[in-house]
């Protein structure tokens, strides 16, 4: 059962990760697709020998407990970054993130910049190789924590390829709907998993034994779920009354 939420948590991080990536690569393409395609194609390999470097050493010399224990509080603090995000903007008071705009913003500040728009473009290149390192190194770090320290960092390297190649086939016939993509929804879920996870795997490598063995983590979910739901809603309470509070000024 672990293995299945970590190929969900792995994969649902990447798909947020590669649509905000996507939409980096989609304004490069209108400078020079062939550009962006090749810098989009340069940081996957860097990501990936990133993975293959790290992970490897990770899995074979340090110990599994000492991993969990550090890995833990990583996948904790990670996944509150995650999780705090996505109730601020369920609860409203932070805008949601809009990828079209985002899209919109990026082609304008692209197109202002002196270059060839046609073959090979330096700034489509570098704009697309830098987006896609920067926000896959977030799928790395996913990718390393869950893989590593659930010994499966085949298996989550596995759950994010797919999900680079499913947004990005996706991405290639949606590119302009891209703010239709449920994206605080999958962070929200991503959130609850990292912290799921950093919680059995910290307890893990502290000596904690958890009754049910893996499948606490289901427990850890939902329990964490409905913390996380009645957070929205006590946040989506004071909404109204700062609006109060501002016209009352």
Not at 214 to 225: C, E, F, K, V
């Amino acid at each position: 059962m672990s293995s299945f939420v970590l190929v969900a948590a792995v994969f649902l991080a990447s798909s947020v990760e590669m649509v905000e990536a996507l939409t980096i690569v989609l304004a490069a393409g209108t400078r020079s697709w062939r550009s962006a395609l090749e810098g989009t194609g340069v940081a996957i390999v860097v990501l990936g020998l990133l993975v293959g470097i790290v992970g490897i050493p990770l899995v074979k010399y340090v110990p599994i407990s000492t991993m969990r224990l550090v890995i833990g509080a990583l996948l904790l603090i990670f996944g509150l970054q995650w999780l705090r995000k996505a109730i601020l903007r369920a609860s409203g008071l932070k805008a949601m993130h809009n990828e079209d705009e985002i899209y919109q913003k990026e082609v304008a500040r692209l197109g202002a910049i002196p270059g060839s728009t046609t073959g090979r473009d330096a700034t489509a290149f570098t704009v697309a190789f830098k987006g896609v390192v920067l926000e896959g190194l977030e799928v790395v770090i996913v990718v390393l924590t869950l893989g590593v320290a659930n010994h499966r960092l085949a298996l989550a390297a596995y759950a994010a390829a797919a999900a680079v190649l499913i947004i990005g086939l996706i991405g290639v016939v949606v590119s302009r709907q891209l703010s239709k993509v449920p994206e605080n929804a999958m962070k929200m879920a991503v959130g609850l998993m990292l912290v799921s996870f950093g919680s059995f795997w910290s307890g893990e490598g502290m000596g904690v034994h958890w009754p049910l063995s893996d499948l606490s983590i289901l427990g850890l979910i939902a329990l964490y779920g409905l913390a996380t739901s009645i957070m929205i809603k006590v946040l989506g309470g004071v909404r109204p009354r700062l609006a109060t509070a501002e016209e009352a000024r």
